[in-house]
Protein backbone atom coordinates (compact mmCIF):
# COMPACT_ATOMS: atom_id res chain seq x y z
CA UNK A 1 0.00 0.00 0.00
CA UNK A 2 1.83 2.74 -1.30
CA UNK A 3 -0.90 5.52 -1.70
CA UNK A 4 -1.02 8.79 -0.29
CA UNK A 5 -3.90 7.90 2.18
CA UNK A 6 -1.43 5.33 3.69
CA UNK A 7 1.42 7.69 4.09
CA UNK A 8 -1.07 10.35 5.02
CA UNK A 9 -2.08 7.93 8.01
CA UNK A 10 1.55 7.20 9.02
CA UNK A 11 2.31 11.24 9.43
CA UNK A 12 -0.48 11.92 10.89
CA UNK A 13 -0.28 8.76 13.77
CA UNK A 14 3.28 9.96 14.59
CA UNK A 15 2.11 13.44 16.04
CA UNK A 16 2.67 13.33 19.31
CA UNK A 17 5.07 9.93 19.40
CA UNK A 18 8.10 11.10 17.54
CA UNK A 19 9.74 14.04 17.70
CA UNK A 20 7.59 17.56 16.14
CA UNK A 21 10.75 18.68 14.35
CA UNK A 22 10.85 14.56 12.12
CA UNK A 23 7.05 15.51 11.81
CA UNK A 24 7.27 19.01 10.36
CA UNK A 25 9.81 17.38 7.86
CA UNK A 26 7.77 14.32 7.05
CA UNK A 27 4.74 16.97 6.08
CA UNK A 28 7.18 19.15 3.75
CA UNK A 29 8.03 15.83 2.38
CA UNK A 30 4.57 15.00 1.86
CA UNK A 31 3.62 18.47 0.32
CA UNK A 32 6.64 17.99 -2.08
CA UNK A 33 4.57 14.49 -2.76
CA UNK A 34 1.49 15.61 -3.52
CA UNK A 35 2.47 18.81 -5.24
CA UNK A 36 4.62 16.34 -7.67
CA UNK A 37 1.36 13.94 -8.05
CA UNK A 38 -0.93 17.15 -8.91
CA UNK A 39 0.86 18.74 -11.32
CA UNK A 40 3.39 16.16 -12.80
CA UNK A 41 6.78 18.40 -14.45
CA UNK A 42 6.54 18.11 -18.50
CA UNK A 43 10.65 17.75 -18.74
CA UNK A 44 12.43 15.19 -16.51
CA UNK A 45 15.70 16.49 -14.58
CA UNK A 46 19.05 15.20 -15.15
CA UNK A 47 21.53 16.18 -12.35
CA UNK A 48 25.47 15.94 -13.23
CA UNK A 49 26.86 14.85 -10.35
CA UNK A 50 30.43 14.23 -9.32
CA UNK A 51 33.90 14.99 -7.23
CA UNK A 52 35.42 18.15 -7.80
CA UNK A 53 37.24 19.02 -10.51
CA UNK A 54 35.83 16.11 -12.78
CA UNK A 55 34.87 18.51 -15.33
CA UNK A 56 30.76 18.33 -14.52
CA UNK A 57 30.59 22.04 -15.71
CA UNK A 58 32.81 21.89 -18.32
CA UNK A 59 30.55 18.61 -19.49
CA UNK A 60 27.71 21.05 -19.28
CA UNK A 61 29.37 23.52 -21.11
CA UNK A 62 30.44 21.43 -24.46
CA UNK A 63 26.74 19.71 -24.06
CA UNK A 64 25.37 23.51 -24.90
CA UNK A 65 28.32 23.87 -26.99
CA UNK A 66 28.42 26.83 -25.67
CA UNK A 67 30.41 28.34 -22.11
CA UNK A 68 27.17 28.17 -19.94
CA UNK A 69 28.60 27.15 -16.36
CA UNK A 70 31.92 28.80 -14.87
CA UNK A 71 34.91 26.05 -15.11
CA UNK A 72 37.93 26.36 -12.84
CA UNK A 73 40.94 25.59 -11.08
CA UNK A 74 40.14 26.53 -7.85
CA UNK A 75 38.76 23.43 -6.02
CA UNK A 76 35.82 23.76 -5.82
CA UNK A 77 34.94 25.82 -8.33
CA UNK A 78 30.29 25.38 -8.74
CA UNK A 79 28.81 26.54 -5.46
CA UNK A 80 25.39 27.12 -6.55
CA UNK A 81 23.41 25.04 -9.28
CA UNK A 82 22.65 25.71 -12.32
CA UNK A 83 19.62 24.39 -14.49
CA UNK A 84 19.89 24.33 -18.70
CA UNK A 85 16.67 24.55 -19.58
CA UNK A 86 14.64 24.31 -22.87
CA UNK A 87 13.64 27.70 -23.78
CA UNK A 88 9.53 26.85 -23.49
CA UNK A 89 9.65 25.21 -19.77
CA UNK A 90 6.40 24.75 -18.32
CA UNK A 91 5.42 26.09 -15.07
CA UNK A 92 5.10 23.23 -13.30
CA UNK A 93 8.90 22.05 -14.17
CA UNK A 94 9.76 25.65 -13.13
CA UNK A 95 8.01 25.43 -9.74
CA UNK A 96 9.72 22.33 -9.41
CA UNK A 97 13.02 23.89 -9.95
CA UNK A 98 12.16 26.56 -7.49
CA UNK A 99 11.38 24.03 -4.73
CA UNK A 100 14.52 22.39 -5.64
CA UNK A 101 16.49 25.48 -4.81
CA UNK A 102 17.75 25.94 -8.45
CA UNK A 103 17.76 29.58 -9.40
CA UNK A 104 20.78 29.83 -11.82
CA UNK A 105 18.91 28.86 -15.28
CA UNK A 106 20.20 29.29 -18.85
CA UNK A 107 18.27 28.81 -21.86
CA UNK A 108 20.44 30.32 -24.63
CA UNK A 109 21.17 28.05 -26.03
CA UNK A 110 17.75 26.77 -25.60
CA UNK A 111 18.56 22.55 -24.07
CA UNK A 112 17.17 19.24 -25.85
CA UNK A 113 13.73 18.06 -24.03
CA UNK A 114 15.17 17.87 -20.65
CA UNK A 115 16.84 20.09 -17.93
CA UNK A 116 20.62 19.64 -17.60
CA UNK A 117 21.34 20.70 -13.79
CA UNK A 118 25.36 21.30 -13.19
CA UNK A 119 25.25 20.68 -9.11
CA UNK A 120 28.43 21.43 -6.80
CA UNK A 121 30.25 18.88 -5.95
CA UNK A 122 29.83 15.85 -3.63
CA UNK A 123 33.50 15.58 -1.70
CA UNK A 124 35.17 18.94 -1.40
CA UNK A 125 35.99 20.42 1.71
CA UNK A 126 33.13 22.95 1.22
CA UNK A 127 29.96 20.73 2.85
CA UNK A 128 27.37 22.77 1.94
CA UNK A 129 28.05 21.79 -2.24
CA UNK A 130 27.53 17.95 -1.21
CA UNK A 131 24.77 18.60 0.69
CA UNK A 132 22.62 20.71 -2.57
CA UNK A 133 23.72 17.69 -4.25
CA UNK A 134 21.88 15.45 -2.12
CA UNK A 135 19.31 17.42 -2.01
CA UNK A 136 18.53 17.39 -5.47
CA UNK A 137 19.92 13.96 -6.61
CA UNK A 138 17.49 11.81 -5.04
CA UNK A 139 14.78 13.85 -6.97
CA UNK A 140 16.13 13.36 -10.27
CA UNK A 141 14.64 11.77 -12.93
CA UNK A 142 18.31 10.70 -14.36
CA UNK A 143 21.61 11.30 -13.15
CA UNK A 144 24.86 11.34 -14.80
CA UNK A 145 27.94 11.26 -12.64
CA UNK A 146 31.03 12.37 -14.31
CA UNK A 147 34.60 11.15 -12.83
CA UNK A 148 37.51 11.30 -14.23
CA UNK A 149 40.92 8.68 -14.61
CA UNK A 150 42.58 10.23 -11.64
CA UNK A 151 39.36 9.98 -8.91
CA UNK A 152 36.69 7.68 -10.58
CA UNK A 153 37.44 5.43 -7.68
CA UNK A 154 36.12 8.60 -5.73
CA UNK A 155 34.93 6.82 -2.28
CA UNK A 156 33.00 10.24 -0.97
CA UNK A 157 30.58 10.32 -4.55
CA UNK A 158 30.71 6.49 -4.55
CA UNK A 159 29.35 6.28 -0.71
CA UNK A 160 26.43 9.53 -1.59
CA UNK A 161 25.35 7.08 -4.97
CA UNK A 162 25.15 4.06 -3.12
CA UNK A 163 23.27 5.25 -0.51
CA UNK A 164 21.05 7.33 -2.59
CA UNK A 165 20.85 4.46 -5.02
CA UNK A 166 17.52 2.99 -4.00
CA UNK A 167 16.27 6.09 -5.33
CA UNK A 168 18.13 6.72 -8.11
CA UNK A 169 15.87 6.97 -11.68
CA UNK A 170 18.54 6.15 -14.82
CA UNK A 171 22.04 6.72 -14.42
CA UNK A 172 24.64 7.54 -17.02
CA UNK A 173 28.28 7.03 -15.90
CA UNK A 174 30.81 9.25 -17.51
CA UNK A 175 34.89 8.87 -17.33
CA UNK A 176 35.42 12.04 -18.70
CA UNK A 177 39.10 13.28 -19.63
CA UNK A 178 39.97 10.39 -21.55
CA UNK A 179 42.46 12.83 -23.39
CA UNK A 180 44.79 12.53 -20.38
CA UNK A 181 44.77 8.38 -21.00
CA UNK A 182 46.70 7.11 -24.14
CA UNK A 183 45.42 3.95 -26.46
CA UNK A 184 44.53 1.05 -24.15
CA UNK A 185 44.70 2.78 -21.10
CA UNK A 186 40.89 3.81 -21.89
CA UNK A 187 39.38 0.56 -22.14
CA UNK A 188 41.31 -0.57 -18.75
CA UNK A 189 39.96 2.46 -17.03
CA UNK A 190 36.92 2.62 -18.20
CA UNK A 191 36.32 -1.50 -17.31
CA UNK A 192 37.55 -0.97 -14.07
CA UNK A 193 35.11 1.95 -13.44
CA UNK A 194 32.37 -0.42 -14.96
CA UNK A 195 32.94 -2.76 -12.35
CA UNK A 196 32.83 -0.54 -9.42
CA UNK A 197 29.81 1.37 -10.69
CA UNK A 198 28.19 -1.95 -10.78
CA UNK A 199 29.74 -2.87 -7.22
CA UNK A 200 27.53 0.36 -6.48
CA UNK A 201 24.40 -1.09 -7.86
CA UNK A 202 25.00 1.34 -10.81
CA UNK A 203 24.70 -1.37 -13.98
CA UNK A 204 25.37 0.11 -17.35
CA UNK A 205 28.20 0.89 -19.60
CA UNK A 206 30.48 4.23 -19.12
CA UNK A 207 30.91 6.71 -21.03
CA UNK A 208 34.71 7.91 -22.09
CA UNK A 209 34.46 11.37 -22.65
CA UNK A 210 36.49 15.06 -22.79
CA UNK A 211 34.25 17.99 -22.04
CA UNK A 212 37.18 20.29 -22.14
CA UNK A 213 40.71 18.81 -23.71
CA UNK A 214 43.35 21.64 -23.51
CA UNK A 215 43.82 20.28 -26.99
CA UNK A 216 41.18 19.51 -29.88
CA UNK A 217 37.70 18.78 -29.97
CA UNK A 218 36.11 17.98 -26.94
CA UNK A 219 35.25 13.89 -26.68
CA UNK A 220 32.28 11.57 -26.87
CA UNK A 221 29.87 14.75 -26.61
CA UNK A 222 27.36 13.30 -28.70
CA UNK A 223 27.48 9.95 -27.11
CA UNK A 224 26.83 11.33 -23.71
CA UNK A 225 24.11 13.14 -24.98
CA UNK A 226 22.83 10.02 -26.80
CA UNK A 227 23.43 7.79 -22.79
CA UNK A 228 20.73 10.90 -21.62
CA UNK A 229 18.46 10.67 -24.39
CA UNK A 230 18.17 7.31 -23.87
CA UNK A 231 18.33 6.99 -19.87
CA UNK A 232 15.80 9.55 -19.77
CA UNK A 233 13.16 7.22 -22.14
CA UNK A 234 13.78 4.43 -19.90
CA UNK A 235 13.59 5.67 -16.72
CA UNK A 236 11.17 4.43 -14.09
CA UNK A 237 11.58 6.38 -11.50
CA UNK A 238 8.99 7.41 -9.65
CA UNK A 239 9.53 10.95 -7.58
CA UNK A 240 6.26 10.82 -5.70
CA UNK A 241 6.56 7.42 -4.14
CA UNK A 242 9.82 8.03 -3.37
CA UNK A 243 8.91 10.98 -1.32
CA UNK A 244 6.24 9.61 0.03
CA UNK A 245 8.72 6.74 1.16
CA UNK A 246 11.31 9.10 2.68
CA UNK A 247 8.49 10.89 4.73
CA UNK A 248 7.64 7.31 6.16
CA UNK A 249 11.43 6.26 6.77
CA UNK A 250 11.84 9.84 8.93
CA UNK A 251 8.99 8.94 10.83
CA UNK A 252 10.06 5.14 11.04
CA UNK A 253 13.19 6.27 12.56
CA UNK A 254 12.47 8.92 15.00
CA UNK A 255 9.82 6.24 16.63
CA UNK A 256 10.72 5.36 19.85
CA UNK A 257 11.34 1.21 19.89
CA UNK A 258 9.08 1.11 22.88
CA UNK A 259 6.03 2.40 20.57
CA UNK A 260 6.74 -1.04 18.82
CA UNK A 261 6.79 -3.02 22.11
CA UNK A 262 3.37 -1.99 23.26
CA UNK A 263 0.32 -4.07 23.90
CA UNK A 264 -3.13 -3.04 23.52
CA UNK A 265 -5.45 -2.98 26.81
CA UNK A 266 -7.51 -6.00 26.19
CA UNK A 267 -4.37 -8.50 25.72
CA UNK A 268 -2.80 -6.71 28.83
CA UNK A 269 -6.19 -6.96 30.86
CA UNK A 270 -6.84 -10.47 30.07
CA UNK A 271 -2.92 -11.54 30.84
CA UNK A 272 -3.77 -9.87 34.40
CA UNK A 273 -7.15 -11.18 34.91
CA UNK A 274 -5.62 -14.86 34.63
CA UNK A 275 -2.82 -14.26 37.28
CA UNK A 276 -5.64 -12.33 39.40
CA UNK A 277 -7.76 -15.12 39.41
CA UNK A 278 -5.62 -17.67 40.22
CA UNK A 279 -4.20 -15.31 42.65
CA UNK A 280 -7.73 -14.32 44.52
CA UNK A 281 -9.36 -18.13 44.42
CA UNK A 282 -6.37 -19.83 46.18
CA UNK A 283 -7.04 -23.59 46.38
CA UNK A 284 -6.81 -23.46 50.13
CA UNK A 285 -9.91 -21.38 50.33
CA UNK A 286 -12.03 -23.68 48.43
CA UNK A 287 -10.90 -26.50 50.59
CA UNK A 288 -11.58 -24.39 53.76
CA UNK A 289 -15.03 -23.43 52.09
CA UNK A 290 -16.07 -27.04 51.48
CA UNK A 291 -15.13 -27.98 55.05
CA UNK A 292 -17.61 -25.06 56.41
CA UNK A 293 -20.01 -26.42 53.92
CA UNK A 294 -19.89 -29.50 55.15
CA UNK A 295 -20.37 -28.46 58.71
CA UNK A 296 -22.80 -26.35 58.23
CA UNK A 297 -24.72 -29.00 56.18
CA UNK A 298 -24.29 -31.74 59.04
CA UNK A 299 -25.67 -29.06 61.83
CA UNK A 300 -28.61 -27.60 60.07
CA UNK A 301 -29.36 -30.09 57.07
CA UNK A 302 -28.93 -33.44 59.87
CA UNK A 303 -30.82 -32.61 62.86
CA UNK A 304 -28.61 -35.07 65.52
CA UNK A 305 -28.23 -37.25 63.36
CA UNK A 306 -26.02 -35.01 60.90
CA UNK A 307 -23.87 -33.77 64.56
CA UNK A 308 -23.31 -37.14 65.58
CA UNK A 309 -22.15 -38.57 61.94
CA UNK A 310 -20.23 -35.01 61.70
CA UNK A 311 -18.51 -35.61 65.30
CA UNK A 312 -17.38 -38.71 64.66
CA UNK A 313 -16.10 -37.97 60.86
CA UNK A 314 -14.44 -34.63 61.51
CA UNK A 315 -15.13 -33.66 65.06
CA UNK A 316 -17.26 -31.13 66.85
CA UNK A 317 -19.46 -28.96 63.91
CA UNK A 318 -18.73 -25.48 65.90
CA UNK A 319 -14.93 -25.44 65.86
CA UNK A 320 -14.92 -27.27 62.53
CA UNK A 321 -16.85 -24.07 61.78
CA UNK A 322 -14.76 -21.64 63.17
CA UNK A 323 -11.32 -23.13 61.91
CA UNK A 324 -12.69 -23.46 58.18
CA UNK A 325 -13.86 -19.77 58.75
CA UNK A 326 -10.61 -18.97 60.13
CA UNK A 327 -8.88 -20.31 57.07
CA UNK A 328 -10.78 -18.95 54.38
CA UNK A 329 -10.25 -15.95 56.03
CA UNK A 330 -6.79 -16.07 56.40
CA UNK A 331 -6.50 -17.63 52.44
CA UNK A 332 -8.36 -14.38 51.08
CA UNK A 333 -6.55 -12.29 52.94
CA UNK A 334 -2.95 -13.49 51.60
CA UNK A 335 -3.44 -12.29 48.34
CA UNK A 336 -2.76 -9.05 49.31
CA UNK A 337 1.30 -9.99 50.34
CA UNK A 338 1.46 -12.68 48.15
CA UNK A 339 4.36 -11.90 45.80
CA UNK A 340 2.83 -13.07 43.10
CA UNK A 341 0.00 -10.00 43.70
CA UNK A 342 3.25 -8.06 43.75
CA UNK A 343 4.19 -9.55 40.57
CA UNK A 344 1.23 -8.85 39.26
CA UNK A 345 1.30 -5.33 40.19
CA UNK A 346 4.62 -4.57 39.34
CA UNK A 347 4.41 -5.97 35.76
CA UNK A 348 1.10 -3.20 35.33
CA UNK A 349 3.60 -0.97 36.89
CA UNK A 350 6.07 -1.77 33.70
CA UNK A 351 3.50 -1.66 31.18
CA UNK A 352 2.54 1.59 32.50
CA UNK A 353 5.89 3.05 32.59
CA UNK A 354 6.46 1.96 29.06
CA UNK A 355 3.01 3.79 28.24
CA UNK A 356 4.14 7.45 30.02
CA UNK A 357 7.53 7.07 28.38
CA UNK A 358 5.68 7.19 24.92
CA UNK A 359 4.05 10.40 25.85
CA UNK A 360 6.40 11.83 28.22
CA UNK A 361 3.88 11.83 31.11
CA UNK A 362 5.28 10.48 34.74
CA UNK A 363 4.21 7.29 35.15
CA UNK A 364 0.67 6.63 37.79
CA UNK A 365 1.27 5.21 40.88
CA UNK A 366 -0.79 2.41 40.10
CA UNK A 367 0.32 -0.04 42.94
CA UNK A 368 -2.90 0.88 45.65
CA UNK A 369 -5.22 1.49 42.49
CA UNK A 370 -4.70 -2.29 41.89
CA UNK A 371 -4.79 -3.23 45.39
CA UNK A 372 -8.36 -1.70 45.34
CA UNK A 373 -9.83 -3.02 42.20
CA UNK A 374 -9.02 -6.47 43.65
CA UNK A 375 -10.27 -5.89 47.21
CA UNK A 376 -13.37 -4.56 45.33
CA UNK A 377 -13.77 -7.67 43.42
CA UNK A 378 -13.52 -9.77 46.64
CA UNK A 379 -15.79 -7.94 48.63
CA UNK A 380 -18.51 -7.99 45.73
CA UNK A 381 -18.05 -11.44 45.13
CA UNK A 382 -17.69 -12.71 49.28
CA UNK A 383 -21.11 -12.81 49.31
CA UNK A 384 -21.11 -15.77 46.68
CA UNK A 385 -19.44 -17.74 49.58
CA UNK A 386 -22.39 -18.61 51.71
CA UNK A 387 -22.98 -22.36 52.00
CA UNK A 388 -26.90 -22.27 53.91
CA UNK A 389 -29.93 -22.57 53.04
CA UNK A 390 -30.76 -25.61 50.28
CA UNK A 391 -34.80 -25.53 50.22
CA UNK A 392 -34.93 -29.59 51.39
CA UNK A 393 -32.63 -28.63 54.91
CA UNK A 394 -35.65 -27.93 57.40
CA UNK A 395 -37.30 -31.27 56.09
CA UNK A 396 -34.11 -33.37 56.56
CA UNK A 397 -33.41 -31.46 59.74
CA UNK A 398 -36.71 -32.75 61.00
CA UNK A 399 -35.78 -36.55 59.75
CA UNK A 400 -32.14 -35.92 61.63
CA UNK A 401 -34.23 -35.34 64.36
CA UNK A 402 -37.29 -38.03 64.03
CA UNK A 403 -34.53 -40.80 63.13
CA UNK A 404 -32.35 -41.22 66.26
CA UNK A 405 -35.84 -40.89 68.33
CA UNK A 406 -37.53 -43.37 66.45
CA UNK A 407 -34.50 -45.70 67.07
CA UNK A 408 -34.25 -45.14 70.45
CA UNK A 409 -37.67 -45.52 70.49
CA UNK A 410 -38.24 -48.45 69.05
CA UNK A 411 -35.29 -50.48 71.28
CA UNK A 412 -37.54 -48.99 74.03
CA UNK A 413 -40.71 -50.66 72.50
CA UNK A 414 -38.51 -53.96 71.57
CA UNK A 415 -37.38 -53.79 74.86
CA UNK A 416 -40.54 -53.31 76.80
CA UNK A 417 -42.16 -56.55 74.84
CA UNK A 418 -44.50 -53.91 72.74
CA UNK A 419 -45.11 -55.42 68.81
CA UNK A 420 -43.00 -53.41 65.94
CA UNK A 421 -40.64 -52.33 68.25
CA UNK A 422 -38.02 -53.47 65.99
CA UNK A 423 -39.85 -52.44 63.08
CA UNK A 424 -39.69 -49.02 64.36
CA UNK A 425 -35.89 -49.07 65.47
CA UNK A 426 -35.17 -50.54 62.38
CA UNK A 427 -36.68 -47.66 60.14
CA UNK A 428 -35.34 -45.03 62.74
CA UNK A 429 -32.07 -46.64 62.04
CA UNK A 430 -32.37 -46.24 58.03
CA UNK A 431 -33.72 -42.76 58.46
CA UNK A 432 -30.36 -41.90 60.67
CA UNK A 433 -28.21 -43.29 58.52
CA UNK A 434 -29.26 -41.79 55.36
CA UNK A 435 -29.42 -38.56 56.38
CA UNK A 436 -25.84 -38.39 58.57
CA UNK A 437 -24.60 -39.25 54.95
CA UNK A 438 -26.98 -37.03 53.18
CA UNK A 439 -26.49 -33.74 55.32
CA UNK A 440 -22.74 -33.26 55.13
CA UNK A 441 -22.63 -34.22 51.60
CA UNK A 442 -25.23 -31.50 51.05
CA UNK A 443 -23.68 -28.76 52.71
CA UNK A 444 -20.07 -29.75 50.57
CA UNK A 445 -21.95 -29.58 47.64
CA UNK A 446 -23.54 -26.33 48.26
CA UNK A 447 -20.03 -25.21 49.20
CA UNK A 448 -18.79 -26.35 45.99
CA UNK A 449 -21.72 -24.48 44.30
CA UNK A 450 -20.84 -21.30 46.20
CA UNK A 451 -16.77 -21.25 45.76
CA UNK A 452 -17.54 -21.16 41.55
CA UNK A 453 -19.84 -18.53 41.69
CA UNK A 454 -17.09 -16.62 43.60
CA UNK A 455 -14.70 -17.55 42.01
CA UNK A 456 -16.77 -16.45 38.23
CA UNK A 457 -17.47 -13.15 40.44
CA UNK A 458 -13.92 -12.44 41.39
CA UNK A 459 -12.84 -12.93 37.88
CA UNK A 460 -15.14 -10.59 36.40
CA UNK A 461 -15.11 -7.73 39.38
CA UNK A 462 -11.32 -7.90 38.93
CA UNK A 463 -11.03 -7.19 35.14
CA UNK A 464 -13.83 -4.50 35.33
CA UNK A 465 -12.06 -2.94 38.31
CA UNK A 466 -8.55 -3.12 36.18
CA UNK A 467 -10.24 -1.51 33.10
CA UNK A 468 -11.75 0.98 35.25
CA UNK A 469 -8.56 2.18 37.67
CA UNK A 470 -6.02 1.67 35.10
CA UNK A 471 -7.00 0.39 31.51
CA UNK A 472 -8.44 3.85 31.18
CA UNK A 473 -5.21 5.42 32.05
CA UNK A 474 -3.35 2.95 29.78
CA UNK A 475 -5.31 3.07 26.75
CA UNK A 476 -4.49 6.51 26.74
CA UNK A 477 -1.14 6.98 26.99
CA UNK A 478 -0.39 3.92 24.68
CA UNK A 479 -3.34 5.12 22.29
CA UNK A 480 -1.15 7.46 19.80
CA UNK A 481 1.85 4.62 20.04
CA UNK A 482 -0.22 1.51 18.91
CA UNK A 483 -2.10 4.05 16.43
CA UNK A 484 1.42 4.43 14.82
CA UNK A 485 2.82 1.31 14.90
CA UNK A 486 -0.08 0.13 12.76
CA UNK A 487 -0.11 2.65 10.58
CA UNK A 488 3.94 1.54 10.10
CA UNK A 489 3.41 -1.92 10.19
CA UNK A 490 0.16 -1.63 7.14
CA UNK A 491 2.98 0.62 4.68
CA UNK A 492 4.65 -1.58 2.52
CA UNK A 493 8.25 -1.76 2.63
CA UNK A 494 8.93 0.32 -0.30
CA UNK A 495 12.23 -0.05 -2.64
CA UNK A 496 14.39 2.11 -1.48
CA UNK A 497 15.33 1.04 1.59
N1 LIG B 1 42.38 17.36 -19.49
C1 LIG B 1 41.12 17.72 -19.32
N2 LIG B 1 40.80 18.63 -18.38
C2 LIG B 1 39.52 18.98 -18.24
C3 LIG B 1 38.49 18.39 -19.01
N3 LIG B 1 37.33 18.92 -18.61
C4 LIG B 1 37.61 19.81 -17.63
N4 LIG B 1 38.92 19.85 -17.39
C5 LIG B 1 39.58 20.67 -16.41
O1 LIG B 1 39.26 20.24 -15.11
C6 LIG B 1 39.14 21.36 -14.25
C7 LIG B 1 37.82 21.33 -13.55
O2 LIG B 1 36.76 21.50 -14.45
P1 LIG B 1 35.32 21.86 -14.00
O3 LIG B 1 34.43 21.68 -15.18
O4 LIG B 1 35.28 23.16 -13.31
O5 LIG B 1 35.07 20.73 -12.96
P2 LIG B 1 33.79 20.53 -12.03
O6 LIG B 1 33.56 19.08 -11.90
O7 LIG B 1 32.67 21.35 -12.48
O8 LIG B 1 34.33 21.07 -10.62
P3 LIG B 1 33.49 21.67 -9.42
O9 LIG B 1 32.63 22.73 -9.95
O10 LIG B 1 34.51 22.19 -8.46
O11 LIG B 1 32.74 20.54 -8.81
C8 LIG B 1 39.31 22.58 -15.10
O12 LIG B 1 40.62 23.08 -14.93
C9 LIG B 1 39.10 22.09 -16.49
O13 LIG B 1 39.87 22.82 -17.43
C10 LIG B 1 38.86 17.41 -19.98
O14 LIG B 1 38.04 16.85 -20.70
N5 LIG B 1 40.18 17.12 -20.09
MG1 LIG C 1 31.53 22.78 -11.62
Known amino acids: MRDSSAVTRVVDASDGVVDPAVVARARRLLEEAERRAAAPPALPIVAVVGGTGSGKSSLVNALAGVPIARTGLVRPTTQEPLAWIPSDVDPVTAALLDDLGIGQRVSDPPAPDWVLVDLPDTDSVRQENALVAEWVIPRADVVVWVTDPVKYHDARTAEV ?37 ADLGLEGRVIPAAGAPPHGQPIGVDAVRRAIDHAVGAASFDPVAHLRASAVDLIREATPTAAFAVRPWPMVEAETSVAVRRLLVPEGAGTALQALGRATGAAEAGGVAGG ?128 ALLAPWSGRASATTAWERFAEDVAVGARSGLRSSVGDDYERSVGPALDLAAALAAWDSHPYT
Open 161 to 197: LARLRPALGGVVVVLNKVDTLIGAEVDAVRVALGSFA
Open 308 to 435: IAHRVAHGPVESARAGALDALERSLDEWRTDERTVAVRSALEMAMVDAAALTDAPPPGIGDRVDGAFADAVRAASSKLDVRGRPWWPFTRALGWIGPIALFAGVAMAVAGVPGGALVAAAGALVTGVV
